[in-house]
């Protein structure tokens, strides 16, 4: 039998409410045991003493954009910036070309994830795919949303763009209600944000940039909280980024209504100031907000209205994001640099506890989309994420394993790293 004994960490596993310094075990790729000064033999032993031992973290919501657009990046090289960044699984976004809106192309993403992890050709995640909502992310069709399910698939989503069409919405959360999957939702009302290449506000008008009003998300947010409070289905609403939305999402919560949210580093640290002084670096999709949007996502953090913390991953290419402001593709990359910017942003300034920020990240993103990870229950898949929460270094994108490199955190100096991540007890 394999074994791995991880000693002597702080070991924080909110699935089961554990926060002490123990050890775990690993036997065969399973967690084994959990507690306080195991004696048993292993085939390796890792002195954890000064870190924390947490399940493997989980990013659901990233681009791995394989197929079609692997000048940005591919499964390999985004599984390993997701490795580097102290994520043991990732659930990818359909917006690939081909689009991934048949259970063929959800088998396509994960015989190229599995050939990767076998030919052990870059340090790797588990990849979990949602299938598109509509066909191509046109908005006229469902997917064979069932099918993709067998498949595989955890969840659909037009991410990038929004099912304008209501009934085509209350036709894919009346199908959640039966089938039981999230419908992950990008939230925008197209026809209030056209070719707005930033947030509606001060900085807009300044630069002279058409902008897009906080209203073009809430709309979206409000319309979709609605059609789920009237199927049953289960709504995720993504990158959550107005004062407007986190209120929304409360709102249905309160409801009872069945929707979750998660929530983006950039949306509560970056105000759209940042466009001034970093151009594209700071477009995204939905774009920075304001300081009262920031102070918003974070209460929406602490009580809880936000379930998730995200990366949306989003890799380009610098001549791509060189084109300028109004022709620049939308998003930055995120997977190594969530965890420091969570600890240093988050938890050491008292928004969240360390144990609740790592649920963000685990247990509450697994319960989402289903999938059997995010705690070191015995007999759990043994993906195991350390992290040295005191380590504090500047961001390098030169070294990241990303193949792009578009961020507006480089330079940066945050404190809380992650030094290693185990998958299936490797």
């Not at 599984?79 to 259970?103: H, L, Q, R």
């Not at 319309?223 to 209120?247: C, K, N, P, Q, Y």
């Not at 144990?355 to 685990?362: I, P, Q, R």
Request: aromatic share 2%; with cysteine; charged share 20%.
């Amino acid at each position: 039998m394999e074994s791995v004994l991880i000693r002597n960490g702080h070991i924080i596993d909110p699935a089961n409410s554990i926060d002490e310094v123990g050890d775990v075990l690993i036997v065969d790729g399973k967690i084994a045991k959990v507690g306080k000064n195991l004696t048993e033999d292993a085939n390796n032993i890792i002195d954890a003493t000064d870190l924390t031992v947490m399940p493997g973290l989980i990013d659901m919501h990233v681009h791995l954009r394989e197929p079609g657009f692997e000048h940005k990046e591919t499964i390999v090289t985004g599984t390993a910036a997701a490795a580097a960044g102290g994520f043991t699984s990732v659930v990818c976004m359909a917006n690939t070309s081909p689009v991934t809106d048949s259970p063929d192309k959800i088998k396509h993403i994960y015989d190229i994830a599995n050939q990767n992890s076998e030919q052990q050709t870059s340090p790797t995640a588990n990849v979990f795919p949602v299938g598109s909502i509509t066909k191509n992310l046109a908005g006229e069709e469902l997917t064979d949303i069932r099918g993709m399910l067998l498949a595989g698939a955890v969840g659909v989503s037009d991410d990038g763009v929004t099912v304008m069409n209501s009934a085509l919405m209350r036709e894919a959360l009346t199908l959640s209600a039966e089938l039981g999957f999230p419908v992950m939702v990008h939230c925008e009302e197209h026809n209030l944000n056209a070719g707005a290449v930033m947030n509606l506000g001060e900085t807009s008008r300044k630069l002279n940039l058409v902008g897009s009003p906080n209203a073009a998300e809430d709309i979206i947010v409000a319309r979709d909280i609605m059609l789920a409070e009237l199927t049953g289905g289960h709504v995720h609403i993504l990158h959550v980024s107005t004062a407007g939305s986190v209120e929304l999402v409360r709102w249905g919560k309160e409801r009872g209504v069945n929707v979750t949210a998660e929530a983006c580093p950039h949306h509560w640290i970056l105000t759209d100031a940042e466009v001034e002084k970093q151009g594209t670096n700071a477009k995204m999709h939905p774009p920075l907000r304001t300081q009262n949007d920031i102070d918003a996502v974070l209460e929406g953090l602490r009580d809880g209205t936000i379930d998730a913390i995200a990366t949306d991953h989003a890799p380009h290419t610098p001549d791509e994001k060189a084109l300028g402001m109004n022709d620049a593709p939308n998003g930055i990359i995120g997977l190594e640099t969530c965890v420091p910017l969570v600890l240093t942003y988050v938890v050491d300034v008292g928004h969240l506890t360390l144990k609740d920020a790592v649920a963000k990240m685990t247990c509450i993103p697994a319960d989402i989309v289903g999938i059997e990870r995010g705690t070191l229950s015995i007999g759990a898949v043994a993906d195991v994420t350390l992290v040295d929460t005191q380590k504090i270094a500047k961001v390098d994108v030169e070294k990241s394993c990303s193949k792009s490199r578009n961020t507006p955190f480089a330079g940066w100096q945050l404190k809380g790293w992650p030094v290693m991540t185990i998958r299936e007890g490797n």
